[in-house]
Each structure stands twice: as C-alpha cells, then as structure tokens.
C-alpha cells in the first residue's frame, strides 16, 4: 500500500476532492523518508545559486526506495508535493531525485534526456 490513509480522510475522499493540504499531510505521515529526501532537495535548491539540487545518496534499505519510487511513480503524490513546495521534481533511477526552481526548463530538460540518464548508470545501480 502507498498511503496510510485515516478514516476520516477517506471518507472525505468518498464524498468528493479532497484538498492538497490534506492529501499532502497524508503522504507526509506515510512515506517519511521520502518526504525527508524531497524536503532537503528542496531546501538546498533554495539556498542553490543556480535553481537546482539533487539527492545522489541511495537508500539506506529496500523500505526507504520503495517509498522514494512510490512517491515519485505517482502523478498524484508528485503532482501534489510539486504544488506544495512550488518545484518541479524530476527522477532518476532508484533515488536521484532533482529540485527545479520555476524558470529552470532549460536544466530540467537536460536532466531528463535520455543520454542524462545513461550517463547516470552505474554498476551498482543495476538492480535498484
């Protein structure tokens, strides 16, 4: 399961939308390792001169990617923690996950072509 969704929220979400502050609370509360890595890639974008930050630190165990992928694979977590810290996010592999600053499409498309990602490849990354 990705979220751990309380059954009030739920019922929220049966009833009709469900706002981003709420819906972002939830991934927060549910993938805490996840958000710790998007939070401090955020953070030293904003302290970054150029309007980018990557994370390049792997997990520390399965749990911890598995999080990463979910949060990232889903355009409705993703989407919504973009909004909520006014980013774009961008990924690549198991756990590098970039910060853009708005205004940075020149970087972000760099950063998601596909010789960006090849160059990104390692041996012991092959299985992550």
């Excluded at 996840?34 to 953070?43: K, L, N, P, R, Y």
């Excluded at 992928?69 to 970039?98: I, K, P, T």
């Amino acid at each position: 399961m990705s979220l751990t969704v309380d059954d009030r929220l739920l019922e929220r979400a049966r009833q009709g939308e469900v706002d981003d502050a709420e819906f972002v609370d939830c991934v927060r509360r549910s993938l805490p390792y996840a958000w710790q890595v998007i939070s401090d890639v955020v953070t030293r974008m904003r302290d970054s001169a150029d309007g980018f930050a990557d994370n390049t630190t792997p997990p520390p165990d399965e749990r911890a990617r598995g999080q990463l992928l979910r949060v990232l694979a889903s355009d409705a977590m993703r989407g919504a923690l973009e909004r909520h810290f006014g980013v774009r996010l961008a990924f690549q592999n198991c756990h590098r996950v970039a910060a853009f600053a708005p205004g940075e499409s020149r970087r972000h498309a760099e950063f998601v072509t596909p010789r960006a990602q090849l160059l990104n490849q390692s041996p012991e990354l092959v299985d992550c």
